[in-house]
């Protein structure tokens, strides 16, 4: 009786246990196979959700309402969680060896890229049964979304890219051709305007204006290395790391230690600004005014801050060995950032550049803040 | 005994009315002074918040966990309310007549805008306690917040634009004189680097670049009514309709019936598109393809959509009469119009143009989700 008073008691209380999702977070732990659930307004980690398979270069998406998250591993495994409960909710194989994957604009569709068998896969976000399988004969990269229910994406093999529109009853697909040699990997701007894939097999990138009828391959950084030894590339740059700083790209140079500046209107080189190390990320602040930089091994303990304005290296630390990834705060403020062979996440004010907290993780690797939910292309 | 039993089942289900806050909303209803809670992903209410006082040109900013609202009266009143138990949590009379408010970048200071007494005032988010008062001798307009716990806002009177830095123990004002006759309104872009202010005495319209150490006025559209005829003004367009749209600015003519396009660099006019009537709002879809435009009246029934390429009107519709706001879900793919007259909020899709549902409001007019927590200047 007096545990069922107890029971009542609590019932009675529950609001009060009321969760809202607008600042909480997902961070990888590749070793371990789990996510931490963080909470940016405690700075802390207030939970963990765990089965999740092979999560080496694991990424993943969030539903419109940032309850859900849909996380790509690397086995295949296309995985939903539920943040409030933290629970896995339903789990499917769904090929061989994928690489990343996304959320269409009405969080009814979610799209894996594969390896093996190459191509793309849709699936009902609710249920997880595929509702599309669009081969392409190729290992496929650089999946985003785009207004309209619209899935893009590059062939490794082929050069090309493909825009999948899932708006009708079967996807309607748009071949564009003449990408350039071995797409590796892919983003899009956060209008979902301009595509840009980075080259394995060219010394330039490649951009669509995809608000054009007939999409047209257009060269970016023509021979930007040329002339110049390339380094060993010990890790090749996210391009996810690109982001408009002012009124440019920033783009980490592949083999070089510097940072590269596109003006983003006629993607014409504005700049270039030296480095510690070569760049893997090179990330905005949401808002623009400056740029972020992590380093591949050796220099993989080390974060360089650029100014936008100046374009110059404004400041330097060492926040520990092997800082794989950094997400910002949605309005910039702070900064988040997994030291994995530390076991540490820290978070620093990115106007002081003063560390607010650390704390505990295995072998943390990518940090997803819910916010992602709202934005085209994440 | 049994209703026990009932109140422990009830707590043991708790966890399955978790309610996540990333897709919700909250609607002025002006006549009645009550929020109506919506869900976006249902597209339906989903509860109200009532005894908010006079919502007149009421607007309100969000807690970055999107939990929390504060609502800034026009009687002076700040309004704490909570969207997941729907309650008010807190509310103070700040002064006489207010105008407007907005959030710090860390989530911890709302500042508001007033007409009697003028200046700003400055709370602790979490408790409503004054933490600063910046008396300005002036009406105060168009108060936006910007990265580094600042807020930049206007003086009538005075035709100066102030910044207030709030990360110390004190304000630091920044005084920049010369911005023109009686600024009525003001906005800044979302990566918080330029501020430009309307001016009910010029023919102009003036822009700070803030990134710059010292900003200086810059005047837009010097004489952009000269040797028209003006209309007579029905409503003041809201500037916080200006709204990047691929590489312009759309601003709603005051006085004209057109839109007018500004190159979002050189804040030079790029053209004007001919619409059906006195603009209020010219909204650009998230991802900027497409522009929004709901009218003064007689001609507030109507709403226009022009693309952004062609900057032509691609689609006009009229979904009923008093037609005072329009928002975006956070990824453009709906749109929700408050159709104040009708007593309903009606929601369509921007691909299709269909309209998808329609729910009662009582006269509906502000409509904000919950996705503006994580935006600078909203």
């Excluded at 979610?110 to 849709?122: F, K, L």
Aim: with cysteine.
């Amino acid at each position: 009786m007096k545990q069922l008073f107890w029971a009542a008691a609590l019932c009675l209380a529950a609001p009060v246990l009321a969760q809202p999702t607008g600042d909480l977070g997902l961070i990888v732990e590749r070793a371990s196979g789990s996510l931490l659930v963080v909470d940016q307004s405690e700075r802390a980690a207030i939970g963990r959700i765990e089965g999740l398979g092979d999560l080496s270069h694991a990424s993943l998406v969030y539903s419109p309402d940032e309850r859900f998250a849909y996380v790509f591993g690397r086995d295949g495994g296309l995985t939903k969680v539920d943040i409030l409960e933290r629970s896995v909710v339903n789990r499917v194989m769904q090929a061989g060896n994928s690489i990343g994957g996304a959320i269409s604009d009405d969080g009814r569709l979610v799209a894996v890229s594969n390896y093996e068998p190459g191509g793309v896969r849709v699936f009902d976000a609710e249920t997880l049964e595929m509702v599309a399988d669009i081969p392409t004969g190729s290992k496929t990269i650089g999946l985003v979304d785009i207004p309209g229910s619209k899935f893009v994406f590059s062939l490794w093999d082929a050069g090309e890219t493909w825009i999948a529109d899932l708006s009708g009853e079967s996807p309607q697909i748009t071949r564009i051709e003449g990408m350039g040699a071995n797409p590796y990997d892919a983003l899009v701007t956060g209008d979902g305007r301009t595509y840009i894939a980075g080259l394995f097999g060219a010394d330039h990138l490649t951009a669509l204006d995809l608000w054009q009828d007939q999409p047209t391959p257009q060269p970016i950084l023509p021979g930007y290395a040329a002339g110049r030894e390339g380094l060993p590339v010990y890790k090749m740059p996210h391009l996810e790391g690109w982001a408009l700083a002012g009124t440019d790209f920033v783009l980490p140079a592949v083999g070089q230690h510097e940072v590269l500046w596109v003006d983003s209107r006629t993607l014409e080189e504005t700049g270039r600004t030296a480095t510690h190390g070569q760049p893997v990320f090179a990330m905005a602040r949401p808002d623009g005014r400056q740029v972020w930089v992590n380093f591949a091994h050796p220099d993989n303990d080390t974060i360089q801050v650029i100014d936008t304005v100046s374009k110059e290296v404004i400041h330097q630390f060492t926040p520990g060995p092997g800082v794989l990834h950094m997400e910002f705060t949605p309005r910039g403020r702070e900064v988040w950032l997994s030291v994995r062979d530390s076991g540490k996440v820290m978070v620093y004010d990115t106007q002081s550049f003063e560390k607010l907290a650390e704390f505990d993780a295995e072998s943390p690797s990518g940090i997803f803040f819910t916010a992602r939910a709202h934005k085209t292309g994440l």
